[in-house]
């Protein structure tokens, strides 16, 4: 099940794949302001988003290395592993009690 037969079936995972990072691109920083008080979350930010900026730049880096030393499914593979190692924390997450405030603009 790891490795794909067809160009289509690889199509739709890398479409799934692409939803799931999307999706984690604006769900951490809703986890930060949850589960953070205010603040520390400037200093979060200041952490993280500069990884952020840096991904693009790393990924292909660590795509190539994979592609040279192993082949294109290693890529898959290893975006698998990380996927795993990173959802593994949400099972322990609590449910957040944090006040929620609402202004209005009138």
Same mark, same amino acid.
């Given at each position: 099940?790891? $490795? ?13 794949? #692409?939803? *799931? ?6 769900? $951490?920083?809703? %986890? ?5 008080? @205010? ?7 200041? !952490? =993280?988003? +500069?990884?952020? *900026?840096?991904? +693009?730049?790393? #990924? +292909?880096?660590? *795509? @190539?290395? %994979?592609?040279?030393?192993? @082949?294109?499914?290693? =890529?898959? #593979? ?8 990173? =959802?593994?924390?949400?099972?322990? %997450?609590?449910? !957040? !009690?944090?006040?929620?405030? =609402?202004?209005?603009?009138?």
């Amino acid at each position: 099940m790891l $490795w794909v037969e067809n160009a289509a079936t690889l199509l739709i995972l890398r479409f799934v794949q #692409a939803v *799931g990072v999307c999706a984690a691109a604006v769900i $951490w920083q809703a %986890l930060v302001t949850d589960y953070y008080p @205010s603040q520390k979350v400037n200093r979060i930010f200041a !952490t =993280i988003m +500069p990884l952020v *900026g840096l991904s +693009p730049a790393l #990924a +292909p880096l660590l *795509g @190539s290395w %994979l592609l040279v030393h192993f @082949s294109w499914q290693a =890529i898959f #593979a290893t975006l698998f592993a990380i996927t795993v190692v990173l =959802i593994l924390p949400i099972f322990w %997450l609590k449910p !957040t !009690t944090k006040a929620v405030t =609402i202004v209005r603009m009138v």
